[in-house]
């Protein structure tokens, strides 16, 4: 069973930097893709990165390229996302999810979710 396990949310000021982890488990991960994604109060989920485990191949949304950078740490199992530059728009519950295959925007095709962790980023 895959478990996806966030840590590191929490509230910064706008400017400020966060790293967010994704611990994973409960596989060998070198076939999977693992997105994050985020969801603030009112408004829809939206990908933000996503990398390719093997090979590294990354890619972001275009709100975050340039800010945002997504990492892995394969002797850990742990996917990264270092946030610069934060937004009050960037406040929300971040997500890590993984799938077998490719990288995708898409969230429903991913099929393991972490619970979540929350950013704040404060004016």
């Known amino acids: 069973q895959v478990q996806l396990v966030e840590s590191g949310g929490g509230l910064v000021q706008a400017g400020g930097s966060l790293r967010l982890s994704c611990a994973a488990s409960?596989?060998?991960?070198?076939?999977?893709?693992v997105g994050w994604f985020r969801q603030a109060p009112g408004k829809e989920r939206e990908f933000i990165a996503a990398?390719?485990?093997?090979?590294?191949?990354?890619y972001y949304a275009d709100s975050v390229k340039g800010r945002f950078t997504i990492s892995r740490d394969n002797a850990k199992n742990t996917i990264y996302l270092q946030m610069n530059s934060l937004k009050p728009d960037d406040t929300a519950v971040y997500s890590c999810?993984?799938?077998?295959?490719?990288?995708?925007?898409?969230?429903?095709?991913?099929?393991?979710w972490g619970q979540g962790t929350q950013v704040t980023v404060s004016s």
């Open positions: 990398i390719r485990w093997s090979g590294g191949s990354t």
């Open positions: 409960g596989r060998t991960f070198n076939t999977y893709a």
């Open positions: 999810a993984a799938k077998v295959g490719l990288a995708t925007l898409l969230a429903g095709a991913y099929d393991y």
